[in-house]
C-alpha cells in the first residue's frame, strides 16, 4: 500500500452527447495543475466559471471546475473536477491535456481504490459505491446507502470487538503455560463465543436477500404448456416480449426479464412447459426449467384452470413450498374456468393473463413475498455481498472449531488460533487488505472514472 504519487484522470460519465460531462483528476500534481490550467487556485469545493485553454494556449471549452483539498476529497487527495460541455471530442481533448500535464489514465476504480487506501472508506463501503450505481430498485439502493454509511462495517466492529476480547482472555493464560483456564472462565468463553457465532450466522443470512437485492428476485414462471406462462410474463413486462402462441411447448428453452415491483427488483423467468409426456426437445427445455427451478427465489405456478388440476413433477414439487410459491389459477375469463382449488395449501389466485383481471392483487402479493425475504439484523439494513459471505464462513468454521477446542478441553493455545483466524476472516470485510490481487479484482469491477 505504498505512498501515491502519480497524478490519475478520467471520465467520469459515460462517453457519449450530453448536457455535461464530467472529467476528474486526483494526485499531489492536482494542486499546480488546477493553477497552470485555470491561473488560480480557488476556494476549495466552490465552483468557479473558467476557459479551459489546452497547454498550447487552445481554447477547448468554457467549463466548471472545482478543487478539493486533501484530505476532503473523494480520495482524500487533492482533487479536480471538470464539467464540460457533453461532447465525447471535448472530453478527449481535456483528457488528452491532463495527460500532457503529467496525469496518467486511471484505471477501473482506482478513484475508489485511492479513497480505500486513504482510509476515507472502508472496503465494505467501497463496494456500496458500486452497489449504488447498479441499485435498481428502492430496496437495493437503501441498502446500499446504508452499507455506504457504514452498516456492514459497524456490525463487524461489534463482532470483532467481541472476539478480540475472547482473545484476551485465552491469551491471558497462555503466558502462564502451568496454569489452564479454570472452569468458570471456561464457562464464560464459552457463551462469548456462542454470542460471535450467533451473530456471524445472522450476517449470514442475509446473503440470499443480498443476491435478490443486487440480481433482482429470481421468479420462476412454471405450468403446463400451454397454461399461460408466457401471456402472464408479457402481461407483468408490459410488452410482448415472449412468444405467446396457441400451439403448446413453443417456449423451448426460457426467456428473462426484470421488472419492479414496487421496492423490488424481480427477474422473471418463464420456463419451458412441463409435459407429462415431453418430446426429445421438450425434454431440454425441462432440464433447462429444473435448472431455473433450483436457483428461483419465487415460483409463479400458472394452472389453466379450465383443465384438471395438474400434478407436478417430483423434483420440481420438492422446490416448491408455501413460502415461495404463488398458484395462479389462469383463464379465469373463460366460462368453463373453475375458481381456485380450495384444497392447494400454498397462495392461490385466479387471475387471467389475457384480460389482465387479478394481476394488480398479484403484484400486491408478490411485493409481500419479496418483503418476507428480507432479513433484518438489529435496526440496520444489512445484506452481504459474495465476498463478505466467504469471508463469514470461514470465520464461522474457526470460531466452532474453537468452541469443540474448548469443549474438548484442548490446550489454549490451539483455540488462540483458531479465534486469531475468525478475526483475519472479519478483518477482510471491511478492509484491512494488503493483498494486491484481491484489490486489484475487487476493483476491476468497477468503471472508469469511479
Ligand atoms: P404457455 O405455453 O404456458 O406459455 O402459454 P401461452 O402464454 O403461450 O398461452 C397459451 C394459449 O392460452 C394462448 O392461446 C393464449 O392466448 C391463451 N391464454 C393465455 N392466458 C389466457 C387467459 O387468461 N385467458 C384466455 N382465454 N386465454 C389465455
Given at each position: 500500500m505504498g505512498m501515491v504519487k502519480e497524478n490519475i484522470a478520467a471520465l467520469a460519465t459515460p462517453v457519449g452527447a450530453s448536457a455535461i460531462a464530467v472529467i476528474r483528476c486526483s494526485g499531489p500534481a492536482t494542486n499546480s495543475m488546477?493553477?497552470?490550467?485555470?491561473?488560480e487556485l480557488p476556494t476549495p469545493r466552490m465552483a468557479r466559471h473558467a476557459d479551459y485553454c489546452d497547454r498550447g494556449g487552445k481554447l477547448v471549452d468554457d467549463v466548471l471546475f472545482t478543487f478539493f483539498e486533501a484530505p476532503n476529497s473523494y480520495t482524500g487527495e487533492d482533487a479536480l473536477e471538470i464539467s464540460c460541455h457533453g461532447n465525447p471530442y471535448i472530453a478527449r481533448r481535456i483528457l488528452e491535456d491532463l495527460i500532457e500535464r503529467g496525469c496518467r489514465p486511471a484505471e477501473a476504480g482506482e478513484f475508489t481504490r485511492r479513497a480505500f487506501l486513504n482510509g476515507r472508506l472502508d472496503l465494505s463501503q467501497a463496494e456500496a459505491v458500486m452497489d449504488l450505481i447498479h441499485a435498481r430498485s428502492e430496496r437495493a439502493l437503501a441498502a446500499a446507502n446504508q452499507q455506504l454509511r457504514g452498516a456492514l462495517g459497524r456490525e463487524m466492529q461489534r463482532l470483532i470487538a467481541r472476539l478480540v476480547g475472547a482473545i484476551a482472555q485465552v491469551e491471558a493464560y497462555i503466558d502462564f503455560p502451568e496454569e489452564d483456564l479454570p472452569p468458570?472462565?471456561?464457562?464464560?468463553l464459552r457463551k462469548n463465543l456462542e454470542e460471535i457465532?450467533?451473530?456471524?450466522?445472522?450476517?449470514?443470512?442475509t446473503g440470499s436477500y443480498g443476491v435478490m437485492l443486487r440480481e433482482g428476485i429470481r421468479t420462476v414462471i412454471v405450468g403446463e404448456p400451454n397454461a399461460g406462462k408466457s401471456s402472464l410474463l408479457n402481461r407483468l413486462v408490459g410488452h410482448d416480449r415472449a412468444i405467446v402462441s396457441?400451439?403448446?411447448?413453443?417456449t423451448r428453452d426460457y426467456l428473462e426479464e426484470s421488472i419492479t415491483v414496487g421496492p423490488h427488483l424481480l427477474r422473471l423467468v418463464d420456463t419451458a412447459g412441463l409435459n407429462a409426456s415431453p418430446t426429445l426437445l421438450e425434454r431440454k427445455g425441462m432440464d433447462k426449467t429444473m435448472e431455473q427451478a433450483r436457483e428461483a427465489h419465487l415460483f409463479l405456478w400458472v394452472i389453466d384452470s379450465t383443465r384438471p388440476l395438474p400434478v407436478l413433477g417430483s423434483k420440481l414439487a420438492d422446490l416448491m413450498t408455501p413460502a415461495n410459491t404463488i398458484a395462479l389459477f389462469n383463464k379465469s375469463d373463460l366460462p368453463e374456468s373453475m375458481p381456485a382449488a380450495a384444497e392447494v395449501s400454498i397462495t392461490r389466485l385466479s387471475i387471467s393473463a389475457l384480460t389482465g383481471h387479478g394481476v394488480d392483487e398479484l403484484v400486491d402479493r408478490i411485493s409481500t413475498f419479496a418483503d418476507s425475504f428480507q432479513v433484518e439484523v438489529g435496526d440496520e439494513m444489512v445484506a452481504i455481498n459474495v465476498r463478505h459471505s466467504s469471508a463469514l464462513q470461514r470465520g464461522r468454521i474457526a470460531i466452532e472449531a474453537a468452541v469443540s477446542k474448548l469443549a474438548a478441553n484442548e490446550a489454549v493455545e490451539l483455540l488462540a488460533s483458531d479465534l486469531r483466524e475468525a478475526l483475519d476472516s472479519f478483518g477482510e470485510i471491511a478492509g484491512r487488505i494488503d493483498n494486491e490481487a484481491v484489490l486489484d479484482s475487487l476493483f476491476a469491477n468497477f468503471c472508469i472514472g469511479k
Open positions: 488546477t493553477k497552470a490550467i485555470f491561473g468458570e472462565d471456561r464457562g464464560g457465532r450467533r451473530g456471524t450466522e445472522k450476517l449470514l443470512a396457441p400451439e403448446p411447448g413453443t
